[in-house]
Every structure is written in structure tokens, then in C-alpha cells.
């Protein structure tokens, strides 16, 4: 292809970004849009028309895949030699090359276990964690690095966070870690792009020589660059302006680990002269498709819509199931007369909230022997925790001695050693991700109470692990949505779109619940063609029916009208409407699940720094007034608060076991408590 035939198969907006080879040039654009195409144009133009030499420019994109897949593609429109790769990659090639030069010997080797280490860091701090505090303490020292906020600003910049422990606490676990990493000549992934940025912004010679190399630099995704990842950029540019970049601030996904699409947002600012380039064509989907994805962002404010360019196509189609088993089911068999009519399998996706989700789907897939592949995250019975915790009740079914009476409890008790607790960490990434493998055993195992013990349980799971080994070769794509980001499939499967897993619940915030539309957004623009959006009622078969869809799609069904119990009315005081479960919105009859404001099965947001605060006050009331703790309030009560959180004496007494008497004695303390976690 001749360099100019590059740009003209780009349209006359994505040609103008693409002729613009010496930067600074901005694209902002909604999803399918082509940013990606243009870019991968915009770098073989520059080099194949002889502007920037190929070794001299550098791709940054945001997985490993999408960096492969941009390899293939410049390498396809003549342009080899170009790198592409994510940030951390090229940190650690330029690291093992730089670090011998700057400070000398080898650099440090890559910390593995991060989570041994922060425990170490935590018992230094004199802080006894438990294990999802250890993971909500390894979050919040990511997404402090990520910040670029060092311990001796922690304190100063949590204002706003919920962190597992008080902000000073978890400042002097964060220092330890730093320690302990220096101590023992480790790094961790975010630290190989701390020391390249620092490397070659304290090392002239070197930064000279890494820049008379690289002059060009092109990144993709860009709304979700972390301040750390900026810095290395900054550092790589060296005060230079020839960078692209392309994002799409509706596609802001990552905000959790402090990735912020103000970078974006302030490029123009930053480069007054750049070239910004708005896309709006939406050269991926079907007007129906793209019909849909505008209506989920319909409320936000600022958005670009997308205006479809493709012929016609199928409507979205909306599936109401009964269970997760048979929504699971519907779906593999809808993939089987997707294949059967032609589409290949690799052209299909289904896309999930969080990995848990998955091992249902490898199930019914494997029984409907539809190949599969796991993008973003390992086959369910691959995956490290899911592997450890399989050959501990292997041990333990054999030492038939003292196992407790009931399978849900043996199941649990073996789960405990590896950390796992009833209640979810309030981190989400991997930490949650682990979580919920564990908690998708469990549950397994209150399905099957009362019909199998644990050896036979333990054999079941075998069976299970077994048959899930299909082929991954051109598989249909298992992936969260996360994984899914820049890709793009013929069909996509948008499934467990319930609330409380879309938004996931531990979305408090206004802003956690519109980067949890923003997912659906970016599922519903991967499909080019066929879309399918699916939710369960119950979880389990014969379940209770106490789910409902998503909110994002509220007002989008299209005339599919759910069965599902009404949205949660707003409560005046109690008594005078039913009593809603907060997570699913079913009504609650039990008083245990009254007082927890949610069934009992729903899985619980419990904040246990906050219930550890609460019990410890409780047991200073109860000795002060010699009284049995119990009197002062029940554990189902401090439960229920250190859930609920009550910001008002209102909320407090919407709280079953809370009367006037107590409200007296001990309102206040437990708001103040409350306040202040
Ligand atoms: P996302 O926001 O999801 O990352 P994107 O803006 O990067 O999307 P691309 O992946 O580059 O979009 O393009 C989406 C699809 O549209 C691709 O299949 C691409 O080849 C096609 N496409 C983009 N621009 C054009 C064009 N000018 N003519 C024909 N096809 C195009
Ligand atoms: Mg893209």
C-alpha cells in the first residue's frame, strides 16, 4: 500500500490526524469511531512516507493483546520495526537497558508476591489485618503509586477514600512496603515505571541517548492513563511535542486505579497548538447497535453521540431467564446457532461484569461443545485460588474425622484458611475478582447441601474441572468487560446484567455508578452486528426471583417488560412501605433480613473496619455499664450498620433494633463512629 493510498482509506477527519505525523495531535471519539485505525494509519504513514524513521517511534496501548494485534497491523501496511507496546513493557525493556548504565548492576528483580510483602509491611506498622485487608491495603498502595502520592502524602490525599484502616495507618504500611521492597533489591510492576521516569529524568546522559532514539510517541486509550504512566511519558518527551493520543472519555473505565481522563480533557490546554480532531462516525456497528449505546449515555451530559455508518442489522435483543444456570444455557445455545448459521466462533463474545461470572458459561458452553477462550483471566479451575483451594478439600475430604456437619459449613471452613470471609472485600480489581472464585465454590456448595458430603462434593468439582477443558482454539471469547476494551466481535453477549452486579454494588459513589454505565457502553460497542443483553431473576433454579435488570437500562428494553419486582420505592418511614432489599430490591419478609436491609443471600457491603470500631465501642458501653454486650446492641445490629453506614439519626432508626431508648443512649457515638470510617 502507498503512503498515500494509507490515508485514503481514512475518512476526512481521522486523514487530518493522520497527516498531522510530527504531533501534537488529539483525537477525542466515541467508541468504533476508528481511533485505533487511525492511529496504526497515522504511524505507517509517517514512516513509510520516510517522516519519522521506524525505530524511532513508539506505540503505547493498553493490553498486551491490543499491543500484538497493532504490531500485526502496522506490520501488515509495510511499517516494521515500529514498537508497540503497554506501558509496563516498554518500562521494563528500557529499565534492563538504562539501570546498568545509571545506577549499575542489574535491576531490581520483579516483586511476585505482593501480597506476602504488604503483609510483612502491615505487621511492621504493628497492624494485624486480616486477609482482605491485606488486599484492601495492597489497593489502595497501587492506586497511591498509580496517584503518584508517596506514604508522607497518603494521609493528606485519602480524604474521601474508605481505606481498611485510619489513613495514618495505612500511610506507615505503604512506607514499610516501600522499605521492605528497597531491603530486599525488589520492584514491583508500578515501580519499573517510577524508575525508568526517574532514571531518565535524573540522568541527562542517559535521557539524551533514550531520546535521540525515540522522537515520536503515540498512545492509545488515553482516558485512562494514570498519573504514573503520564510521568514516564513526560519523562520520554523530555519537554518534545510529538505525541498522539486518542481516547474517548465515555470509555473511562479504570478510574479505580487512578487512571483520570483529565490528561485527555487538558491536552489542548497543554498544547496549545495541537491538532484535535473529533470523530463521530461509527464505522463498527449497526444503527441498531449504535441506537442502543447512545441510549445508555443518554443522561450524560457532554457526550459524543455516535452516528451509525453500516447498512441495517438485527435488533438488540433483551433476554429475561428464570436462574443464572438457564440464562448460562440460552446463551451457549444462541452461540451454537450463531456458529451453525456461519458466524465463526471466534466473531463471538460474551462479555461479563466480573471473571466469576465466567465458570457458568464455561459450563454450559463445554455441554453445548462450543470451543472457548478466556481473555483476561484464566479458565475458572486454572486460576491460582480456584487450583489452591481445590487440593485443600481434596486433603480434607480424605481426614474424615471432624468435618462440620453441613457442606456449605465444611466448604466454608476449608475457604477460611486461604482468606476467604462471607462478607466481599470492599476493594474490586483482583482482590474481589479472588474473592468472588472462592465465593462461587461456596455457593456451589449451598446448592448442593443435603444431597453430598464433602468427598462426594470434592468429586463433583473434579468432574467439573475435567469437562471444562474444551478446545481454545478460534473459541467463543469469555471476557469481562474490562478485558474487552478496543476489541471487536460480529456477536456480543452482554450477560448478568442485574443490579448489584451492573452497577456492581460496591458502586457508592455517583461517580463509581457512571464508570459502571461507562462498562456498559463499552460492551454494547464491541458487537458489530448481533447484541444480546441477558439477566437471571434468581440465582440459583428455584431460587428466589428477587433481581432485576440493570438500571442503565431502564427505559431501553424495547417493550420487554420484567417480571421482576418494582424498583426500590422511596422509603418515608418504616412501616409505612415495605421493607426493600438494597442490593436486589426485593420486599423482606424475614426479620434477619430486615435487619440487615437485605436478604440474607444478597452479598453484603459490610465495611469491617467500621464493625471492628463499633464492636470495640460496644464492649467499653457494655463494661462501663456493666451489662452483657449484647444489651448495648446485637451483632445482626452492628452488622446492619456497618453496612448501611446511617449518615442521620433518620437513617439510624430505619434500622430495625434501633428505638428511641437506644437511639438516646447511643445515637450519637454510633454516628460519630460512622462518620468517621
Ligand atoms: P474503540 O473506542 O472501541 O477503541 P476505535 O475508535 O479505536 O474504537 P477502531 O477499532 O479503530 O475504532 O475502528 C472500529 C472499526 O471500524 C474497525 O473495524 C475499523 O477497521 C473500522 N473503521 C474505522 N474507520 C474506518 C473507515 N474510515 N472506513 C472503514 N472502516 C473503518
Ligand atoms: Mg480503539
Known amino acids: 500500500m502507498t503512503p498515500e493510498a494509507m490515508l485514503a482509506a481514512l475518512d476526512p477527519e481521522q486523514r487530518e490526524a493522520a497527516a498531522a505525523v510530527t504531533g501534537p495531535v488529539c483525537v477525542l471519539a466515541g467508541a468504533g469511531t476508528g481511533k485505533t485505525r487511525t492511529i496504526t494509519h497515522r504511524a505507517a504513514f509517517a514512516v513509510r512516507s520516510g517522516a519519522v524513521p521506524p525505530t524511532a517511534l513508539l506505540a503505547v496501548t493498553f493490553t498486551a493483546r491490543a499491543a500484538g494485534e497493532m504490531r500485526t497491523r502496522l506490520r501488515q501496511l509495510g511499517a516494521e520495526g515500529v514498537q508497540a507496546r503497554t506501558f509496563h513493557a516498554a518500562a521494563m525493556r528500557q529499565l534492563a537497558y538504562f ?285 491460582p485460588e480456584v487450583r489452591e483451594a481445590l487440593l485443600l478439600l481434596r486433603g480434607q475430604a480424605r481426614a474424615v474425622d471432624d468435618l462440620p456437619a453441613s457442606l456449605p459449613d465444611a466448604v466454608a471452613s476449608v475457604l477460611a484458611v486461604r482468606g476467604w470471609t462471607p462478607a466481599a472485600p470492599s476493594s474490586s480489581g483482583a482482590v474481589r475478582e479472588r474473592w468472588e472464585s472462592l465465593s462461587a465454590l461456596h455457593r456451589l456448595a449451598v446448592d448442593h447441601a443435603g444431597e453430598m458430603d464433602l468427598p462426594a462434593f470434592v468429586a463433583e468439582l473434579e468432574e467439573r474441572a475435567v469437562a471444562q477443558h474444551a478446545p481454545s482454539v478460534d473459541g467463543v471469547t469469555l471476557a469481562s468487560l474490562h478485558a474487552a476494551k478496543g476489541l471487536e466481535w460480529d456477536a456480543v453477549f452482554l450477560v448478568g446484567l442485574v443490579d448489584g452486579t451492573l452497577p456492581l454494588i460496591h458502586a457508592d459513589t455517583p461517580e463509581q455508578v457512571e464508570e459502571e454505565r461507562r462498562l456498559l457502553y463499552v460492551g454494547i460497542t464491541r458487537a458489530r452486528e448481533h447484541l444480546s443483553l441477558s439477566w437471571a431473576l434468581a440465582r440459583s433454579p428455584g431460587g428466589r426471583a428477587s433481581r432485576r435488570p440493570s438500571r442503565f437500562l431502564d427505559g431501553l428494553l424495547r417493550g420487554v417488560v420484567s417480571k421482576a419486582a418494582a424498583p426500590r420505592p422511596a422509603r418515608t418511614s418504616r412501616g409505612s412501605v415495605p421493607v426493600i432489599c438494597r442490593i436486589c430490591g426485593a420486599v423482606l419478609n424475614a426479620a434477619v433480613d430486615k435487619k440487615l436491609g437485605r436478604c440474607a443471600t444478597c452479598p453484603s457491603d459490610r465495611d469491617e473496619a467500621l464493625y471492628d470500631a463499633l464492636r470495640s465501642w460496644r464492649a467499653e458501653r457494655a463494661k462501663l455499664l456493666g451489662q452483657p454486650a449484647y444489651c448495648v446492641f446485637t451483632d445482626a445490629t452492628l452488622a446492619a450498620i456497618a453496612e448501611q453506614k446511617p449518615a442521620s439519626v433518620a437513617a439510624l432508626v430505619q434500622i430495625p433494633g434501633i428505638g428511641q431508648a437506644k437511639l438516646d443512649k447511643f445515637g450519637e457515638d454510633v454516628l460519630t463512629l460512622v462518620s468517621g470510617s
Open 99 to 383: 539501570w546498568p548504565k545509571a545506577v549499575g548492576g542489574a535491576p531490581p528483580a520483579l516483586l511476585t508476591n505482593k501480597f506476602q510483602l504488604v503483609a510483612n509491611a502491615a505487621a511492621r506498622a504493628r497492624l494485624r489485618p486480616g486477609t482482605s485487608e491485606i488486599r484492601d491495603l495492597l489497593s489502595e498502595i497501587e492506586w497511591a503509586t498509580c496517584t503518584l502520592t508517596g506514604p508522607e502524602a497518603y494521609v493528606a490525599a485519602a480524604a474521601g477514600r474508605t481505606p481498611p484502616f485510619p489513613a495514618a495507618d495505612v500511610a506507615a504500611v505503604y512506607a514499610a512496603y516501600r522499605d521492605l521492597k528497597t531491603a530486599q533489591g525488589v520492584a514491583d510492576f508500578d515501580d519499573m515505571l517510577m524508575y525508568t521516569a526517574g532514571i531518565l529524568e535524573e540522568h541527562a546522559e542517559v535521557a539524551e541517548e533514550f531520546r535521540a532514539r525515540y522522537r515520536s510517541f503515540v498512545v492509545d486509550e488515553y482516558q485512562d492513563v494514570t498519573p504514573l504512566q503520564q510521568r514516564l511519558l513526560d519523562a520520554w518527551l523530555g519537554g518534545r511535542d510529538d505525541l498522539c493520543v486518542v481516547g474517548d472519555v465515555q470509555q473511562t473505565i479504570y478510574s479505580f486505579t487512578g487512571a483520570t481522563p483529565s490528561f485527555l480533557l487538558g491536552f489542548r490546554t497543554r498544547y496549545p497548538t495541537a491538532t484535535v480532531v473529533r470523530l463521530v462516525r461509527d464505522y463498527r456497528s449497526t444503527p441498531q447497535v449504535v441506537d442502543l449505546a447512545n441510549g445508555v449515555l443518554a443522561s450524560v451530559p457532554d457526550k459524543l453521540e455516535l452516528r451509525a455508518q453500516r447498512p441495517a442489522g438485527p435488533a438488540p435483543s433483551f433476554q429475561e431467564h428464570d436462574d443464572e444456570a438457564a440464562e448460562a444455557v440460552a446463551v451457549a445455545r444462541r452461540c451454537k446457532e450463531l456458529v451453525a448459521a456461519g458466524v465463526p466462533a471466534g466473531e463471538i463474545a460474551i462479555l461479563y461484569r466480573i471473571n466469576a461470572q465466567s465458570a457458568a458459561y464455561e459450563a454450559a458452553l463445554s455441554n453445548a461443545d462450543v470451543p472457548y477462550v478466556i481473555r483476561g483471566g484464566e479458565r475458572f479451575f486454572d486460576r
